[in-house]
T-cell receptor, first 113, second 111 residues
Framework: DVKVTQSSRYLVKRTGEKVFLECVQDMDHENMFWYRQDPGLGLRLIYFSYDVKMKEKGDIPEGYSVSREKKERFSLILESASTNQTSMYLC????????????FGSGTRLTVV | AQKITQTQPGMFVQEKEAVTLDCTYDTSDPSYGLFWYKQPSSGEMIFLIYQGSYDQQNATEGRYSLNFQKARKSANLVISASQLGDSAMYFCAIFNGKSTFGDGTTLTVKP
């Protein structure tokens, strides 16, 4: 069964910590995405990547960075975690043409205290 | 900018009844795909059904069907014979080189 795997389901971090959220897909998809989901705000795109070593800013990139050193892995980095980054983070991947939609990971609920 | 509108923040339905979740979209692109995802309380987004903009027939997947009215730019999800396990948040989305999600509808199935 094809999959997008996010390394942690639940994570608690302290303010100011550097946080890494990992996402791995086994479908040989070119495109990968990071979203955050907050009540009343829906899904908001943080960063995306169309190829290895490529990255593009989404709608809310501030406070985040990403890394894509290998095709199957897309990491989201919170450089200095803050309480307003407490959220659900969803990783997704798709083939180069995304007309067939995304496959999502199971999400990471991050709490910054 | 393209947009997805889901006007029902919350819906209730009795078990075994059918329910329709509304979705309207706005895009200037002639070619696009419309999707519905289910998100249970566990958090994972589960693909339910897909409709291409050039598809002549409405998509169906088991108990899910998509009522696609292109001229009205609507893509409503119909769930037949609701089950308790259908209680979840449902998202409508459009994909055409860029993705846009609606804000979601929370469906509660009552026993």
């Amino acid at each position: 069964d094809v999959k997008v795997t996010q390394s942690s389901r639940y994570l608690v971090k302290r303010t100011g910590e550097k946080v890494f959220l990992e996402c791995v897909q086994d479908m040989d998809h070119e495109n990968m995405f990071w979203y955050r989901q907050d009540p009343g705000l829906g899904l908001r795109l943080i960063y995306f990547s169309y190829d290895v070593k490529m990255k593009e800013k989404g709608d809310i990139p501030e406070g985040y960075s990403v890394s894509r050193e290998k095709k199957e892995r897309f990491s989201l980095i919170l450089e200095s975690a803050s309480t307003n980054q407490t959220s659900m983070y969803l990783c997704a991947s798709s083939p180069r043409t995304d007309f067939y939609g995304y496959t999502f990971g199971s999400g990471t609920r991050l709490t910054v205290v | 900018a393209q947009k997805i509108t889901q006007t029902q923040p919350g819906m209730f339905v009795q078990e075994k009844e059918a329910v329709t979740l509304d979705c309207t979209y706005d895009t200037s692109d002639p070619s696009y795909g419309l999707f519905w995802y289910k998100q249970p309380s566990s958090g994972e987004m589960i693909f339910l059904i897909y409709q291409g903009s050039y598809d002549q027939q409405n998509a169906t997947e088991g108990r899910y069907s998509l009522n696609f009215q292109k001229a009205r730019k609507s893509a409503n999800l119909v769930i037949s014979a609701s089950q308790l396990g259908d209680s979840a948040m449902y998202f409508c989305a459009i994909f055409n080189g860029k993705s846009t999600f609606g804000d979601g509808t929370t469906l509660t199935v009552k026993p």
